[in-house]
T-cell receptor, first 114, second 117 residues
Framework: ETGVTQSPTHLIKTRGQQVTLRCSSQSGHNTVSWYQQALGQGPQFIFQYYREEENGRGNFPPRFSGLQFPNYSSELNVNALELDDSALYLC?????????????FGPGTRLTVL | AQKITQTQPGMFVQEKEAVTLDCTYDTSDQSYGLFWYKQPSSGEMIFLIYQGSYDEQNATEGRYSLNFQKARKSANLVISASQLGDSAMYFCAMREDSNNAGNMLTFGGGTRLMVKP
């Protein structure tokens, strides 16, 4: 158990809808990263938040957005859902953004878009 | 070009034997880190081992060791004395220290390891 929790565990949406996924980081961790893992593939970096500010972004369109709250928990929002958004969404927390700060992953939210 | 390549989609190993999972990487950074994660069917990514690009010795963590060959840009994971609970997906990942996204990880496509009793 890493202490990183995500909700919900599973979610089913239809194309065009909007979804919010939540992540509670490990106690004391101020950095949260989000990853998308399509079936049969490795995770892909979406973005990272450090002290409530976006600190880097992968190759994802603007309809993927996020927030980090003062308690360092985080949300991932996806608008105008597409079928290809079906994936496991993983969040990872760490203390700071420097190298050597190990990332601890949550169990993920499995999103299905119909 | 792929930054992280794992050429073995699936591997079988007999219980109690050792197994090597391959990983090659591509970066122009001098400073980077290499990671291995285990992902059981539950989905959670479990950190196994880390190797920094400047570390001169190969990393070891219990039954896990990382065979780091910098000139070949390979970072193979060796699991000794395989156990049934080792059956899972294994991912190699890299953090490049020049990028602006903090400690962003780039993952390979994974290797599914199956341990036979």
């Amino acid at each position: 158990e890493t202490g990183v929790t995500q909700s919900p565990t599973h979610l089913i949406k239809t194309r065009g809808q909007q979804v919010t996924l939540r992540c509670s980081s490990q106690s004391g961790h101020n950095t949260v990263s989000w990853y998308q893992q399509a079936l049969g593939q490795g995770p892909q970096f979406i973005f990272q938040y450090y002290r409530e500010e976006e600190n880097g972004r992968g190759n994802f369109p603007p309809r993927f957005s996020g927030l980090q709250f003062p308690n360092y928990s985080s949300e991932l929002n996806v608008n105008a859902l597409e079928l290809d958004d079906s994936a496991l969404y993983l969040c990872a927390s760490s203390l700071g953004t420097q190298r050597g700060n190990e990332q601890f992953f949550g169990p993920g939210t499995r999103l299905t878009v119909l | 070009a792929q930054k992280i390549t794992q050429t073995q989609p699936g591997m079988f190993v007999q219980e109690k034997e050792a197994v090597t999972l391959d990983c090659t990487y591509d970066t122009s950074d001098q400073s980077y880190g290499l990671f291995w994660y285990k992902q059981p069917s539950s989905g959670e990514m479990i950190f196994l081992i880390y190797q920094g690009s400047y570390d001169e010795q190969n990393a070891t963590e219990g039954r896990y060791s990382l065979n780091f060959q910098k000139a070949r840009k390979s970072a193979n994971l060796v699991i000794s004395a395989s156990q049934l609970g080792d059956s899972a997906m294994y991912f190699c990942a890299m953090r490049e220290d020049s990028n602006n996204a903090g400690n962003m990880l780039t993952f390979g496509g994974g290797t599914r390891l199956m341990v036979k009793p």
